[in-house]
């Protein structure tokens, strides 16, 4: 069974950074396009940054050059570099997996950022 698990939410300020992580377990996971994404209460949630099993890489507009996402095979994990955060990059952010064998595409349980002085 395919798990997912998000870690290195927080508060922190304004203008700070916050790594986050999404450990993979139960795929293969070379195989598979994984995706951040948020969701605001009270708002839809959105696709933050994406990347393919080659390593390409997507984002939002409201992300764009702020943004990293990065994935390490080797340690079936990948992660979000969030830099000058803003107190609209609140959300639960969640990580999301997509097998383009199986079709199936799990989500974490999510990771709670909190941008706030």
């Known amino acids: 069974q395919v798990q997912l698990v998000e870690s290195g939410g927080g508060l922190v300020q304004p203008g700070g950074s916050l790594r986050l992580s999404c450990a993979v377990s139960?795929?293969?996971?070379?195989?598979?396009?994984m995706g951040w994404y948020r969701q605001a209460p009270g708002k839809q949630r959105e696709l933050v940054a994406s990347?393919?099993?080659?390593?390409?890489?997507n984002y939002a507009d409201s992300v764009k050059g702020r943004f990293t996402i990065s994935r390490d095979n080797a340690k079936n994990t990948v992660y979000l570099q969030m830099n000058s955060l803003k107190p609209e990059d609140t959300a639960v952010y969640y990580c999301?997996?997509?097998?383009?064998?199986?079709?199936?595409?799990?989500w974490g349980r999510g990771t709670q950022v909190t941008v706030s002085s």
């Open positions: 999301n997996a997509f097998n383009p064998l199986s079709g199936f595409s799990p």
């Open positions: 990347t393919t099993s080659g390593g390409s890489t």
């Open positions: 139960g795929s293969i996971f070379s195989i598979l396009a």
